[in-house]
């Protein structure tokens, strides 16, 4: 019997294998960057070939570092960035054009005319979604506009459509030679095409869009057997069973099944996901609502979701842009040399604001600057910065859930930060808590998949699995943490209505 399950982890800066135990903890790693490609200001690319080496390449790590081969992995799952569009051509497995990324803003145009007949919450009654450039559905629609031959191939038939988890599931079950395309119904959720009460594409939006169905995966529950590793692969005849988007995955790692519960992930961008039950909840305050999981045909869960487009790439902005630090760690040291942000709030409004906010308009800006703030205060702001953001949407869980959280589940690679992690409990008064297995991207994918093929029992043998690691309590009194949000949020007007057509 195989004893392991494989996740992997189709991440915004990293691709990742990660090999689990029965006890959920991590047996090895493998893992790789891949370019972050940004032609003009706004625009941010990947490029799918790299995305697919990279992905063969940590399987290959994951398994050498273990001394295992495929015979024992019981199953394969895949967790994977949403919203990031890979369009390519089925007969020869080619993308048309490179992988446009979540966080780009290029499509603010096509947004502002969807928008023009019904506004941006036109179709946020059946898709849970505002229209923006984070989602999917219009990343389809510029590829389609301005790849030459796209339209025409797309009609005829020859172009598929999808997020880096279908991507990676075509590549892996066969590619050309018959590769399976699908997707699972959180990354489904995250297109602005899926009706969230029927899990089905929905025809009208499609049509208001102008994308084929032809294009688009067929949506399967997050846990199933969806096929198996075809030749290319050192998984060959594993079966893939399980596909969650990142955040989800994160929720289902933390082991936040139930209506109520909640987890925060500090990676590239932060995201928080509050499980809803079964219920569809509209949010009041700035929300995203959104498929939390569908463990084959058990009913669906859904969420409300805080999604925050800038928090660890600020920090990786501040080394690899302004040369501040040499390493994402290095930031934790510098801000520790100064006792406070000196007066200095950076708002990261790098791609407009997201939740709560949904502000296209704004731009990132570095306030109350004077000749006494040096690097130290930049540093710390940053990391501030990432705390307010959160502090910003729970207060909105918060208003909508009408019940206030009593403590904060986090995970993801800034949650090594433990500066970081203090003043988010200062400022947002509840205590913060990591478990041992901060993978919980990974982690949450790979009992998706195991669940699927009887490796794990059920959901109680998984919650059982969940530990405690670090807990940070607030220790900052009720004013102070008072008057910093103040000047947060008068910081956060400073970026608004920003861009304009003198701003492109
Ligand atoms: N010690 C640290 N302090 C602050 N931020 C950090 C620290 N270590 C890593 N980060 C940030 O965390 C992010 C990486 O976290 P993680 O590995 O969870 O993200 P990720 O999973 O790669 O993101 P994605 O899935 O979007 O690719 C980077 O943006 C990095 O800047
Ligand atoms: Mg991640």
């Given at each position: 019997m195989?004893?392991?399950?494989?996740?992997?982890?189709?991440?915004?800066?990293?691709?990742?294998?990660?090999?689990?135990?029965?006890?959920?903890?991590i047996v090895?790693?493998?893992?790789?960057?891949?370019?972050?490609?940004?032609?003009?200001?706004?625009?941010?690319?990947?490029?799918?070939?790299?995305?697919?080496?990279?992905?063969?390449?940590?399987?290959?790590?994951a398994?050498?570092?273990?001394?295992?081969?495929?015979?024992?992995?019981a199953?394969?799952?895949?967790?994977?960035?949403?919203?990031?569009?890979?369009?390519?051509?089925?007969?020869?497995?080619?993308?048309?054009?490179?992988?446009?990324?979540?966080?780009?803003?290029r499509?603010?145009?096509?947004?502002?005319?969807?928008a023009?007949?019904?506004?941006v919450?036109?179709f946020?009654?059946?898709v849970?979604?505002?229209?923006?450039?984070?989602?999917?559905?219009?990343?389809?629609?510029?590829?389609?506009?301005?790849?030459?031959?796209?339209?025409?191939?797309?009609?005829?038939g020859?172009?598929?459509?999808?997020?880096?988890?279908?991507?990676?599931?075509?590549?892996l079950?066969?590619?050309?030679?018959?590769?399976?395309?699908?997707?699972?119904?959180?990354?489904?959720?995250?297109?602005?095409?899926?009706d969230?009460?029927?899990?089905a594409?929905?025809?009208?939006?499609?049509?208001?869009?102008?994308?084929?169905?032809?294009?688009?995966?067929?949506?399967?529950?997050?846990?199933?057997?969806?096929?198996?590793?075809?030749?290319?692969?050192?998984?060959?005849?594993?079966?893939?069973?399980?596909?969650?988007?990142?955040?989800?995955?994160?929720?289902f790692?933390q082991?936040?099944?139930?209506?109520?519960?909640?987890?925060?992930?500090?990676?590239t961008?932060?995201?928080?996901?509050?499980?809803?039950?079964?219920?569809?909840?509209?949010?009041?305050?700035?929300?995203?609502?959104?498929?939390?999981?569908?463990?084959?045909?058990?009913?669906?869960?859904?969420?409300?979701?805080?999604?925050?487009?800038?928090?660890?790439?600020?920090?990786?902005?501040l080394?690899?842009?302004?040369?501040?630090?040499?390493?994402a760690?290095?930031?934790?040291?510098l801000?520790?040399?100064?006792?406070?942000?000196?007066?200095?709030?950076?708002?990261?409004?790098?791609?407009?604001l997201?939740?709560?906010?949904?502000?296209?308009?704004?731009?990132?800006?570095?306030?109350?600057?004077?000749?006494?703030?040096?690097?130290g205060h930049?540093?710390?702001?940053?990391?501030?910065a990432?705390?307010?953001?959160?502090?910003?949407?729970?207060e909105?869980?918060?208003?909508?859930?009408?019940?206030?959280?009593?403590?904060?589940?986090?995970?993801g690679?800034?949650?090594?930060?433990?500066t970081l992690?203090?003043?988010?409990?200062?400022?947002l008064?509840?205590?913060?808590?990591?478990?041992?297995?901060?993978?919980?991207?990974?982690?949450?994918?790979?009992?998706?998949?195991?669940?699927?093929?009887?490796?794990?029992?059920?959901?109680?043998?998984?919650?059982?699995?969940?530990?405690?690691?670090?807990?940070?309590?607030?220790?900052?009194?009720?004013?102070e943490?008072?008057?910093?949000?103040?000047?947060?949020?008068?910081?956060?007007?400073?970026?608004?209505?920003?861009?304009?057509?003198?701003?492109?």
């Amino acid at each position: 019997m195989a004893d392991y399950v494989l996740a992997i982890d189709q991440g915004t800066t990293s691709s990742r294998a990660i090999i689990f135990d029965k006890s959920g903890s991590i047996v090895s790693t493998g893992q790789l960057e891949h370019e972050q490609i940004f032609p003009k200001a706004g625009w941010v690319e990947h490029d799918p070939k790299e995305i697919w080496n990279n992905t063969r390449e940590v399987i290959g790590q994951a398994l050498a570092k273990a001394d295992l081969t495929r015979h024992d992995i019981a199953a394969v799952g895949i967790t994977n960035q949403r919203e990031t569009a890979v369009v390519w051509d089925k007969t020869t497995g080619e993308p048309v054009y490179n992988a446009i990324v979540w966080q780009d803003t290029r499509t603010q145009d096509i947004v502002d005319r969807l928008a023009a007949d019904g506004g941006v919450e036109r179709f946020k009654a059946k898709v849970g979604l505002p229209l923006a450039t984070y989602f999917s559905g219009t990343k389809i629609v510029w590829i389609l506009e301005n790849v030459e031959g796209a339209r025409e191939k797309a009609e005829a038939g020859d172009l598929l459509f999808g997020t880096t988890d279908s991507w990676v599931l075509w590549n892996l079950t066969g590619g050309v030679e018959g590769g399976v395309h699908a997707t699972d119904v959180t990354n489904a959720s995250r297109t602005m095409f899926m009706d969230l009460e029927t899990l089905a594409w929905d025809d009208e939006i499609l049509a208001a869009f102008g994308v084929p169905r032809s294009m688009l995966p067929e949506i399967k529950s997050s846990s199933e057997v969806y096929g198996t590793a075809e030749a290319s692969s050192l998984l060959r005849e594993t079966p893939i069973a399980g596909i969650l988007g990142d955040q989800q995955a994160a929720t289902f790692g933390q082991a936040a099944f139930e209506a109520g519960e909640a987890k925060n992930t500090y990676g590239t961008g932060n995201f928080l996901i509050f499980n809803t039950g079964t219920d569809i909840v509209h949010s009041k305050n700035g929300l995203l609502t959104t498929v939390g999981y569908k463990l084959g045909d058990a009913p669906v869960h859904y969420a409300l979701e805080g999604s925050i487009a800038v928090t660890g790439s600020l920090i990786q902005w501040l080394r690899d842009n302004l040369g501040l630090i040499s390493s994402a760690a290095e930031v934790e040291e510098l801000a520790k040399g100064v006792e406070d942000n000196g007066g200095a709030y950076f708002v990261p409004a790098f791609s407009g604001l997201f939740a709560p906010y949904w502000r296209p308009d704004a731009r990132g800006a570095l306030v109350g600057l004077t000749r006494y703030v040096n690097k130290g205060h930049i540093a710390r702001a940053a990391l501030e910065a990432i705390a307010f953001q959160t502090r910003d949407v729970i207060e909105a869980v918060n208003a909508d859930a009408g019940v206030d959280l009593t403590e904060l589940r986090v995970d993801g690679g800034a949650t090594a930060n433990d500066t970081l992690l203090q003043f988010q409990a200062d400022i947002l008064g509840v205590p913060v808590v990591r478990p041992v297995v901060a993978e919980t991207t990974a982690l949450g994918a790979a009992y998706a998949a195991g669940l699927a093929v009887g490796f794990w029992s059920g959901l109680d043998e998984l919650s059982a699995n969940w530990q405690e690691d670090t807990r940070w309590t607030p220790s900052m009194d009720e004013d102070e943490r008072a008057r910093l949000d103040r000047n947060w949020k008068k910081a956060v007007t400073k970026t608004l209505d920003w861009v304009d057509d003198d701003v492109r």
